[in-house]
């Protein structure tokens, strides 16, 4: 194992609606099942399957989230799309249907789920003249610098 690898491993709870399961932030709760949804995310059809677990992610601060997991069959594969609440390090996943009423969400706590870093720039309208000072300081340094050589040859 290298450093700073993430060992966080996802952890499947089996829940019916209404159904709560803890991290160590709060709570999560299984509010609604839709069929097929369509919204600006997703767009399926009467002939495709999926399903998509909706649910809350209260923390303890009193910060709440949705979340909205995603288990469909396309091309005779079961595929899983995992929803993400980042400030709270969640991952959640619908895993599996186990019978008509209860379903398994996986979910995984990691400080590790954003890979990038957002860097905010600020445009300074007068930056070039504190380049220009630079750039006359170095000068001013380079050229005391020789003199004080010349001065100590002779």
Same mark, same amino acid.
């Given at each position: ?5 993430d060992?966080a491993?996802? =952890? ?7 159904d709560t399961i +803890?991290?160590?932030a709060?709570?999560?709760? %299984?509010?609604?099942v839709s069929?097929n949804?369509n919204?600006?995310r997703?767009?399926f059809?009467?002939?495709d399957?999926?399903? =998509?677990?909706?649910l ?7 910060s709440? @989230?949705?979340?909205?997991p995603?288990? +469909?069959?396309k091309?005779n594969?079961?595929?899983?799309e995992?929803d993400?609440v980042?400030?709270?390090g969640?991952a959640? $996943? @619908?895993s ?8 398994e ?5 990691s400080a590790?789920?954003?890979? @990038? ?5 600020l445009?300074?309208p007068m930056?070039?003249l504190?380049?220009i $000072?630079?750039?006359?300081? %170095?000068?001013?340094f380079l050229?005391?610098m020789? +003199?004080?050589?010349?001065l %100590?040859?002779r």
């Open positions: 194992m290298t450093t700073g690898e060992t491993q996802f =952890r499947t709870h089996e829940v019916k609606l209404g +803890y991290y160590s709060g709570y999560i709760r %299984l509010d609604t069929i949804p919204d600006e997703h767009a059809t009467a002939k399957t999926a399903l =998509r677990a909706e809350t992610v209260q923390s303890i601060e009193g709440k @989230f949705k979340a909205y995603l288990y +469909y069959l091309d594969k079961i595929n899983y995992l993400t980042i400030s709270q969640l959640i $996943g @619908f599996r249907i186990i019978d008509p009423g209860t379903i969400i996986s979910v995984k706590e590790k789920l954003t890979p @990038f870093i957002a860097l905010k720039v445009k300074f930056i070039n504190v380049w $000072g630079t750039l006359i300081m %170095l000068a001013g050229i005391s020789f +003199y004080r050589l010349k %100590l040859k």
